[in-house]
């Protein structure tokens, strides 16, 4: 079995693929990266490792 939020992502790509949604990995790198700076005041040191490192995958 899949981690629920797996499973979530999944059903959000779909949904961007039934509304032809025209996002490429570069608009959600911008996002990533534009939450994590208003949300810096709440992010641990661990939370910014695990996002960048998924912000650097996905780069």
Do not use: C
């Amino acid at each position: 079995m899949e981690h629920p939020n797996v499973e979530l992502f999944e059903l959000l790509a779909l949904m961007l693929d039934l509304q032809g949604s025209s996002k490429i990995l570069g608009d959600a790198i911008a996002e990533l990266a534009g939450w994590m700076d208003m949300a810096r005041d709440h992010l641990t040191d661990d939370d910014w490792a695990v996002l960048g490192e998924i912000g650097a995958v996905r780069y």
